[in-house]
Every structure is written in C-alpha cells, then in structure tokens.
C-alpha cells in the first residue's frame, strides 16, 4: 500500500457503517410500528368485546382500548359507536334508538407517534382501526343484577 492510500480502508468502512448502521434502525423502528399498529388492533377487539357486554356509554369501553401504554394515546382517540342491522350509525343509543342496536363499533381514530430514525424527525399517522362485533347484553342481563364491568 502506498502513501497516497493511506486511510481509504477507514473512509470507506466510515460509509458502509453508516448505511448498514441506518438501515439497522430502520428495520427496528419499521418492526416497532408493525407491533404498535398489532397493540391498536387488539385494544379496539377487547373495547369492542367490553362495549357488547356493558351498559351504553361505560367508562369501561375506553379503558379497554388504552390498556397499553402506547405515547400519545387517550381516550380522545377512541370513539364507540352502536348500530342498527344494516349498519348506520344510532343517534341517541342510550334513549329511543336503544331497541334497535345490532352491533357495536369501536375505532382508534386520529392517532400518530413519534418514529426515530437517524437524521428523520417524523411521525407515523395510523389508519383508522376499528372493530364491529355483535351487541349482546349492553349491560342489562336477563335475570339477576347487572354485572361490573
């Protein structure tokens, strides 16, 4: 090796470290959104189970879908909704429509969080992530008290 090629070694370990180095990270973070948008999906499942066993309106139903401790989530994020047969959504489902609630929806809306990239400040905005399963007591059992949720 002469004088002049002194260091390329190391200038040219320099910049495939460093892409190897940032794909790394993107395949960690690429996996830590596939596992968050998983956590989304059981959290909007569970809320929907809670929503079809309890009263119209419990408090219960959100903290189901926030049972984890994903950054940015609240309850802000979760919206339950009761429909009829075809599907349309219930004005008032606590007051006249009540008889006439088929299924219940819960949907994770509006929901981003942070991603660490090298040299990328950004956010990953989820879709919309919802869960529709049929009503069943909405909290009003056919005999006896009403269960706890």
């Known amino acids: 090796m002469n004088a002049r090629q002194q260091g390329t070694t190391t200038v040219e370990f320099a910049i495939v470290g460093m892409v190897a180095l940032a794909l790394l990270f993107f ?32 408090g219960k139903i959100t903290d189901a879908a926030t049972f984890v401790n994903l950054p940015n989530l609240t309850d802000a994020n979760v919206t339950v909704e009761y429909l009829d047969d075809n599907g349309a959504v219930l004005g008032d489902p606590a007051g006249a429509d009540y008889p006439a609630i ?16 090298p ?10 992530i919802s869960s529709t399963l049929p009503r069943e007591s909405l909290g009003v059992p056919n005999f006896g008290a009403a269960p706890s949720c």
């Open 119 to 128: 040299l990328i400040a950004t956010v990953f905005a989820t879709p919309q």
């Open 102 to 117: 088929d299924l219940v929806r819960v949907s994770i809306v509006n929901y981003s969080f942070p991603v660490a990239l």
């Open 27 to 58: 395949i960690v973070e690429f996996g830590r959104i596939l596992l968050s948008l998983n956590v989304l999906d059981e959290s909007v499942r569970r809320a929907a189970r809670v929503a079809a066993v309890c009263a119209v309106g419990d």
